[in-house]
């Protein structure tokens, strides 16, 4: 099933953004920004969290999150130990509200209109594990640029 395989990734990428978030040897560095780089790790991790618990802890799972997008890259100094606490909430959200979705409704049509048009709930899902993962490379090269 594919909502099993979705599951397993959006945990594993989610392990390897804490695995990332840990490994700053300065915490400060989690929110510096230099010339070109001008979203922090921090700031792109409480965006992860905060996509992931909209679009599928709220909609899948019915979690009553509500969304503040423009704190996720405004909001400065969260302390690592909430930014980790926060990233094990998401894990345990994602799990359970993907746990909840019925492989036949993965055709349905996603119920928010994201894009230009509708989408399939499988189509946004694999979307948004892209989403994950391209951020989370920008963490690691940002960890390794500026985390000297």
Request: glycine share 6%.
């Given at each position: 099933?594919?909502?099993?395989t ?9 392990q ?13 560095n989690?929110w ?47 302390p ?10 998401t894990i ?9 979705i019925p ?8 119920p928010i ?19 994950l993962s391209?951020h ?9 640029l500026?985390d000297?």
């Open positions: 099933m594919l909502t099993d979705l599951r397993q990734i959006f945990k594993r990428d989610l390897k953004l804490k695995i990332e978030i840990e490994a700053y040897k300065d915490e400060s989690l510096a920004i230099d010339r070109s780089v001008t979203n922090s790790a921090g700031n792109l991790c409480l965006h992860l969290i905060g996509n992931l618990n909209h679009f599928i802890g709220a909609e899948f799972g019915k979690t009553g999150f509500v969304r503040d997008r423009p704190l996720e890259f405004s909001d400065k100094d969260v690592r130990e909430i930014l980790i606490q926060k990233i094990n909430e345990d959200v994602v799990d359970l509200s993907l746990g909840k492989e036949e409704k993965l055709q349905e049509e996603y209109i994201v894009f230009t048009e509708p989408m399939s709930n499988e189509y946004f899902l694999i979307h948004l594990a892209a989403h391209y989370l490379g920008q963490i690691n090269y940002h960890r390794r500026l000297c």
